[in-house]
C-alpha cells in the first residue's frame, strides 16, 4: 500500500500486512508530520448527501394524529334588563359627580368696580380727568418744577413711612386683649404672689434664725451644763457675741458724741 503525507506530500510504499485493520497512527519521516491511517480494506464512510431518510419507526406510524384545538367559548350576550339598570346606575352616578364638582366650585363675588365704571358717562370722565390736570398745573405754576419735585418726593416719603393711625390701632388692640385675657392676668398674678411669699418666707428664716442665735447666747450656761461637751464651742461662741457688743456700744458712742458736738456747733 501507498501512505502519502498529507503535509509534504511524501509518498511511501509499505506492505499490506504491516498497517493493521483498524489503522494506526503514522509519520513522516520528511516534515515529521502524523496522521492516522487506515486500513486499505477499511470501508469508506457514507457521505450526509448519500443518507436518505431514515424509515418511519413503527412508534411513529401508529401514532395517532394531532388533535384539532378547542374552539372559543361563545359570548352570551347580556340581558336587556340588566343592561337598562347598569346604563341607569352609570347615569345616576355621572350626575352625582357633576353635582358634586358644582357645589364645590368657589364663586369670587361681584366687586362692583365694573359698576362704578360704567355709571360714570363719557363727559363725566372728561371732566374729572380736566380737573386732574388742572390740580397738576396749579402745583407746577405756583412753585414751578422743583415744587412739583419735592411734593412728589414728600408723597413718596409719605408712602414709606408707617401709618399712625395703624400702629395706635395696634397697640391698643394688644392692650385691650392683654385686658382681657384673664389667664395672662392669672399668671401675672400668680408671678407675683410667688415672689412675695419668697421674700416672706426669707425673712422669717432670718428672724427665726437671729432668735436661735440669740437663745443659744442667753442660755449657754444652762446648756453647757446639761451637755458638757459644748461648753469650749459654747464659751467661744459668748465671747464672741460679747466682743461684738463692745464693738457695737463703743460705735454707738461715738456717733453719739460726733451728733453732740454737731448740735453744739449749730447752738453757736
Request: net charge negative.
Amino acid at each position: 500500500m501507498r501512505l502519502i503525507c498529507p503535509n509534504c506530500d511524501a509518498q511511501y510504499e509499505v506492505p499490506d500486512d504491516v498497517m493493521p485493520t483498524a489503522g494506526r497512527d503514522v509519520q513522516c519521516s520528511n516534515c515529521g508530520q502524523t496522521w492516522f491511517q487506515h486500513h486499505p480494506d477499511y470501508p469508506p464512510e457514507d457521505t450526509p448527501g448519500e443518507l436518505g431518510d431514515p424509515a418511519p419507526t413503527p412508534d411513529e406510524e401508529t401514532a395517532a394524529p394531532p388533535a384539532k384545538p378547542a374552539s372559543a367559548p361563545t359570548r352570551r350576550k347580556l340581558d336587556p334588563s340588566v343592561a337598562d339598570i347598569l346604563r341607569q346606575e352609570a347615569e345616576a352616578e355621572k350626575l352625582a359627580r357633576q353635582n358634586k364638582q358644582a357645589e364645590t366650585l368657589e364663586i369670587q363675588p361681584d366687586l362692583g368696580l365694573g359698576d362704578e365704571q360704567g355709571d360714570l358717562d363719557p363727559e363725566e370722565r372728561t371732566r374729572q380727568a380736566k380737573e386732574r390736570t388742572a390740580r397738576l398745573r396749579g402745583v407746577i405754576a405756583e412753585g414751578g418744577p422743583a415744587a412739583a419735585t419735592s411734593a412728589a418726593v414728600a408723597g413718596s416719603r409719605r408712602d414709606l413711612l408707617p401709618d399712625i393711625e395703624e400702629i395706635n390701632s395696634t397697640l391698643r388692640t394688644g392692650n385691650e386683649r392683654r385686658s382681657a385675657d384673664p389667664d395672662l392676668e392669672d399668671t401675672t398674678a400668680g408671678a407675683g404672689s410667688k415672689s412675695q411669699s419668697g421674700f416672706k418666707r426669707g425673712f422669717a428664716m432670718v428672724i427665726i434664725l437671729a432668735a436661735l442665735l440669740l437663745l443659744i447666747y442667753i442660755f449657754a450656761a444652762q446648756i453647757s451644763e446639761a451637755v458638757p461637751q459644748l461648753q469650749p464651742f459654747l464659751s467661744s461662741y459668748v465671747a464672741t457675741i460679747n466682743q461684738a457688743r463692745v464693738s457695737l456700744d463703743n460705735s454707738v458712742q461715738s456717733v453719739l458724741q460726733w451728733l453732740e458736738a454737731k448740735a453744739s456747733q449749730s447752738g453757736n
